[in-house]
């Protein structure tokens, strides 16, 4: 494999920012690309659900990818999150995303239709063969409602470009499920921040993270520490991020996570409708578990 498909590490999946009209903000974001490439993460992900995917139209999406490709100039491996709610969308995108310089994606199964089994691998299967690049299928039961099982990712594994998974499925026994399954098939990636240890110790190779917005340089030396088994110091890193890790979770971690860039000085908390700022109480929570952390943040 090139260096641009043996996918590990740090890969955040990156908020969309947008100015006081709404319009995205591009340069904010190259700003802030930056910031995480100089803390070492190992490749971007945008137009994932952190990155207000439903929220975005084509045009929207394709300028994001183009700006990020012309940005990154090959430093870390780019890829754009289909998330489509119909196989003709979903190709589109995919050809355009080609055409506009990403290295790869993160293919979720069909939105809003709750597909069954026959279904979900029929359109991953679609997507898959038509793609030139390399695809992380992207499994999340909980916020999607479709689970891919152990089973069905061996019956992908005949699709050459399906060469990861996320799996958050929130059981970090998924993993020696998988490799039972399939064996070495897949890189497997932690898609839950709050259980990164649990996966990592599992035998995960990468995190597709979410508070990484905010700390990238804590969450690379989790990573390098787990990697190298040094889980004593690990877990001392771990169990101060863990109030944070857990703004990852439920149907507002969108606005928590932007929230967090906001205090943190690396973002906006701005967000995109249907979706609204924090009520005062939620808005209190999120900077009391900030403001705690700061209080007790180790150096790394």
């Known amino acids: 494999m090139s260096e641009l498909t043996n996918w590990r590490g740090v890969f955040p999946a990156v908020t969309t920012k947008f100015n006081n009209e709404g319009e995205?903000?591009?340069?904010?974001?190259?700003?802030h690309l930056e910031m995480q490439l100089e803390a070492g993460v190992h490749?971007?992900?945008?137009?994932?659900?952190?990155g207000e995917n439903s929220t975005l139209d084509m045009a929207e999406k394709r300028d994001i990818i183009r700006y990020f490709s012309e940005r990154i100039d090959g430093r870390v491996p780019l890829l754009a999150c289909i998330a489509e709610s119909g196989t003709r969308e979903a190709l589109a995108l995919l050809n355009g995303a080609t055409d506009d310089g990403a290295d790869g994606f993160m293919l979720l199964p069909p939105m809003r239709y709750?597909?069954?089994?026959?279904?979900?691998?029929?359109?991953?299967?679609?997507?898959?063969l038509e793609s030139s690049l390399p695809i992380m299928l992207y499994n999340n039961p909980i916020?999607?409602?479709?689970?891919?099982?152990?089973?069905?990712?061996?019956?992908l594994s005949t699709?050459?470009?399906?060469?990861?998974?996320?799996?958050?499925?929130?059981?970090?026994?998924r993993f020696a499920d998988i490799r039972r399954e399939c064996g070495d098939r897949y890189a497997l990636f932690c898609g839950v921040d709050d259980l990164a240890f649990e996966c990592f110790a599992m035998g995960a190779v990468g995190w597709v993270a979410g508070l990484v917005v905010a700390f990238p340089r804590e969450t690379v030396r989790l990573f390098e520490l787990?990697?190298?088994?040094?889980?004593?110091?690990?877990?001392k890193i771990y169990e101060w991020f863990l109030p944070l890790l857990h703004l990852?979770?439920?149907?507002?971690?969108?606005?928590?996570?932007?929230?967090?860039?906001?205090?943190?000085?690396?973002?906006?908390?701005?967000?995109?409708?249907?979706r609204l700022a924090l009520s005062e109480k939620e808005s209190a929570r999120v900077r009391?578990?900030?403001?705690?952390?700061?209080?007790s943040r180790p150096p790394v």
């Open 24 to 31: 995205i903000d591009l340069v904010a974001m190259g700003e």
């Open 43 to 50: 490749g971007i992900i945008v137009l994932g659900s952190l």
């Open 114 to 128: 709750a597909s069954d089994q026959r279904e979900t691998l029929e359109y991953l299967s679609t997507i898959g």
């Open 143 to 155: 916020a999607y409602g479709t689970d891919l099982l152990p089973a069905d990712f061996s019956t």
């Open 159 to 173: 699709v050459e470009s399906f060469v990861a998974i996320k799996e958050s499925a929130a059981d970090p026994r």
């Open 226 to 235: 787990m990697r190298a088994g040094e889980w004593d110091q690990a877990r």
């Open 248 to 274: 990852d979770i439920g149907p507002k971690f969108v606005q928590q996570i932007k929230l967090v860039e906001a205090l943190h000085g690396v973002g906006t908390a701005a967000v995109r409708a249907p």
């Open 288 to 295: 009391e578990i900030y403001q705690l952390a700061m209080a």
